[in-house]
């Protein structure tokens, strides 16, 4: 059950940058209107986690975004909305024109039928729940959906698939976000190929990874040790993408955001 707007009395916000933040006050041009709103997913926090916050306040809840997610948008003429834990998304999901499922902590292996391994990462069943209902309400309405990282993981979980819990070798995180690790191949045909042609060198941070594939869900990109790194609807505006397009030095110009973007604005 979410609180109503009302009733929620979580009011912290922290954003996080991997990549300097830009001016992006020449993007949005013309009558605000006219500009798509774009939902973004966070993560939820306390006080505690911040290195050098008051002792007072380290029970506090915060909900956390990473700003990389939303430059791409901006930098693709949309306008990122951060979207509070814990509401009810049925009452705000109207206002948005298109969602993007950042990425974040373990999904609750319960949901996928799985009990916990031991390499599995604190889940945020808050998060969950929430993005369950999100997805729910806007698959309602056929808004078109960006799925990265765990957002991809989320949409497959969603539909009735499951999760490797444990793939170290994608987990490279010795190395700078922005990097490129491995290449990516696309399937012939697939909206991923318009957007990115046939192939992709691509960074890697993800230690889980699609096991079956959801129902109405097709696979369309694959690492070159088989691993699935993008996902597609058969019949909605639903893409996903296991990598970090937001963290790599091509954001701004990623077919990702200006894909989610464009459709948010028919």
Same mark, same amino acid.
């Given at each position: 059950?979410?609180?109503?707007?009302?009733?929620?009395?979580?009011?912290?916000?922290?954003?996080?940058?991997?990549?300097?933040?830009?001016?992006?006050?020449?993007?949005?041009?013309?009558?605000?209107?006219?500009?798509?709103?774009?939902?973004?997913?966070?993560?939820?926090?306390?006080?505690?986690?911040?290195?050098?916050?008051?002792?007072?306040?380290?029970?506090?809840?915060?909900? %956390?975004?990473?700003?990389?997610?939303?430059?791409?948008?901006?930098?693709?003429?949309?306008?990122?909305?951060?979207?509070?834990?814990?509401?009810?998304? @049925?009452?705000?999901?109207?206002?948005?024109?298109? #969602?993007?499922?950042?990425?974040?902590?373990?999904?609750?292996?319960?949901?996928?039928?799985?009990?916990?391994?031991?390499?599995?990462? $604190?889940?945020?069943?808050?998060?969950?729940?929430?993005?369950?209902?999100?997805?729910?309400?806007?698959?309602? #309405?056929?808004?078109?959906?960006?799925?990265?990282?765990?957002?991809?993981?989320?949409?497959? %979980?969603?539909?009735?698939?499951?999760?490797?819990?444990?793939?170290?070798?994608?987990? %490279?995180?010795?190395?700078?976000?922005?990097?490129?690790?491995?290449?990516?191949?696309?399937?012939?045909? @697939?909206?991923?190929? $318009?957007?990115?042609?046939?192939?992709?060198?691509?960074? @890697?941070?993800?230690?889980?990874?699609?096991?079956?594939?959801?129902?109405?869900?097709?696979?369309?990109?694959?690492?070159?040790?088989?691993?699935?790194?993008?996902?597609?609807?058969?019949? #909605?505006?639903?893409?996903?993408?296991?990598?970090?397009?937001?963290?790599?030095? @091509?954001?701004?110009?990623?077919?990702?955001?200006?894909?989610?973007?464009?459709?948010?604005? $028919?």
């Amino acid at each position: 059950m979410f609180p109503t707007m009302r009733d929620v009395a979580i009011r912290h916000l922290i954003v996080l940058s991997t990549i300097p933040f830009k001016s992006t006050s020449t993007t949005l041009r013309g009558p605000m209107s006219n500009t798509p709103l774009i939902g973004i997913t966070g993560k939820r926090r306390t006080g505690a986690d911040l290195k050098g916050s008051l002792k007072v306040m380290s029970d506090l809840s915060l909900d %956390v975004y990473w700003v990389d997610y939303s430059q791409g948008i901006l930098a693709a003429g949309g306008l990122p909305v951060f979207l509070p834990l814990g509401v009810d998304p @049925s009452l705000y999901v109207e206002r948005l024109d298109g #969602l993007l499922m950042s990425g974040g902590a373990d999904i609750q292996p319960e949901l996928y039928g799985s009990e916990p391994a031991p390499e599995t990462y $604190k889940p945020e069943p808050i998060r969950d729940e929430f993005e369950t209902a999100l997805l729910d309400a806007v698959i309602d #309405l056929e808004l078109p959906v960006a799925g990265i990282c765990r957002g991809l993981q989320m949409i497959n %979980v969603y539909s009735g698939g499951n999760l490797i819990q444990d793939v170290p070798r994608h987990a %490279v995180r010795d190395k700078p976000p922005a990097t490129e690790v491995h290449t990516v191949k696309i399937m012939e045909g @697939s909206l991923l190929e $318009k957007l990115y042609g046939p192939s992709r060198e691509v960074n @890697s941070l993800h230690h889980q990874s699609i096991g079956d594939i959801g129902e109405n869900l097709v696979i369309t990109a694959r690492s070159e040790d088989g691993g699935v790194e993008g996902i597609e609807h058969q019949s #909605l505006p639903i893409v996903a993408v296991q990598w970090h397009p937001e963290m790599m030095t @091509s954001r701004d110009t990623d077919p990702l955001f200006n894909w989610l973007v464009t459709e948010a604005k $028919k």
